[in-house]
């Protein structure tokens, strides 16, 4: 025994070096992957808070004040200007950070300006709330249910970027095909007279 540790004692700290550099390096790496996990749920949550503050534009503009018309022009302008910079760097990082979530975000941005631009133009058109009544905007007058697919499809891009390796992925709901109809039956074959080809053949006269 004390031959075996003159023999190997010089090298047991070089062993016990590489496994503590190992160790070390180990978790560095899973540090490293943490933080950069953590950084990409905050741009992809910040990117999805941005389409949403996009799209209460069209509400806050119902309620803009009647009683400073030039002022309440100015600040919602304003405010939709940020939040329209703020969309196109999202857009771009987004797309720079995860292409298949970028392609999700993309068609999240779009739709969000077609449904609640158009809502915006509608209420620009539209008189200033007069009365708290006025404040409760329905659906009649505000329909952003058209975006709920699109969220949809980004929430569950976000997912299977972020997931760890081996978790089950989350799908959307698909659309359940109808049946094909049952094959119609075949028409039944026509008889043939007697004597006639390939029909029983007749008696002698």
């Known amino acids: 025994m004390a ?3 003159k023999v190997f004692g010089p090298y047991a700290a070089v ?3 590489l496994v503590a550099g190992l160790i070390l390096g180990v978790q560095a790496r899973i540090s490293r992957g943490a933080q950069l996990r953590e950084r990409k749920q905050e741009l992809l949550a ?3 808070e941005v389409s949403i503050q996009y799209a209460e534009m069209a509400y806050a503009v119902r309620r ?3 009683d400073a018309a030039a002022e309440e022009r100015v600040r919602l302008s304003e405010q939709l200007r940020e939040i329209q910079a703020r969309l196109t760097w999202h857009e771009a990082w987004v797309r720079f950070e995860a292409p298949e979530v970028g392609a999700a975000y993309d068609e999240l941005v779009a739709r ?3 449904v609640a631009g158009r809502s915006m133009k509608d209420a620009w058109l539209s008189p200033p709330v007069a009365d708290d009544t006025a404040m409760v905007i329905p659906t009649s007058v505000v329909d952003l249910r058209a975006l709920a697919d699109v969220r949809e499809r980004y929430m569950v ?3 299977a970027h972020l997931r760890p390796r081996g978790r089950a992925r989350r799908r959307l709901p698909r ?3 109808a049946m094909p109809p049952p094959p119609a039956p075949a028409p039944p074959a026509a008889e043939t007279a007697p004597g006639a080809p390939g029909g029983p053949t007749g008696g002698s006269p």
């Open 3 to 5: 031959d075996a540790i």
């Open 15 to 17: 062993l016990a070096a």
């Open 46 to 48: 910040s990117a999805y």
């Open 64 to 66: 803009r004040r009647a």
């Open 112 to 114: 969000t300006r077609t």
């Open 157 to 159: 891009a976000v997912e």
């Open 175 to 177: 659309p359940r095909r």
